[in-house]
């Protein structure tokens, strides 16, 4: 069974950094797209950034040049660092994986592996 378990969610001023980190086990991770997901109070979860096997990455136009994906295949951990943040990205954010063929990483149906979410907040 594979089981994503995230941290490093907090409070945050705007313009602030924050990274959230996600540590997967059950599943060799190296070969898992993983992506990371959120969703703000009274809104649909959205993609925010994907990282492939190859370690290409996809970001949201929302965060692109803000926001970087990476992942340490030695400690099974995604990691998505977030700069020069805005109050607009509070939510909760969530990792997701899947090991199945496929190169698509910002959509929610592609993945099927989910953690259970880090509050992040950033304040005006």
């Known amino acids: 069974q594979v089981q994503l378990v995230e941290s490093g969610g907090g409070l945050v001023q705007a313009g602030g950094s924050l990274r959230v980190s996600c540590v997967v086990s059950?599943?060799?991770?190296?070969?898992?797209?993983m992506g990371w997901f959120r969703q703000a109070p009274g809104k649909e979860r959205e993609f925010v950034a994907g990282?492939?096997?190859?370690?290409?990455?996809l970001y949201a136009d929302s965060v692109k040049g803000r926001f970087t994906i990476s992942r340490d295949n030695v400690k099974n951990t995604v990691y998505l660092q977030m700069n020069s943040l805005k109050p607009e990205d509070t939510a909760v954010y969530y990792c997701?994986?899947?090991?199945?063929?496929?190169?698509?990483?910002?959509?929610?149906?592609?993945?099927?592996?989910w953690g259970q979410g880090t509050q992040v907040t950033v304040s005006s």
């Open positions: 990282i492939r096997w190859t370690l290409t990455t």
């Open positions: 997701a994986a899947d090991g199945r063929a496929g190169i698509t990483v910002s959509t929610m149906k592609e993945f099927n592996y």
């Open positions: 059950g599943r060799t991770f190296s070969t898992l797209r």
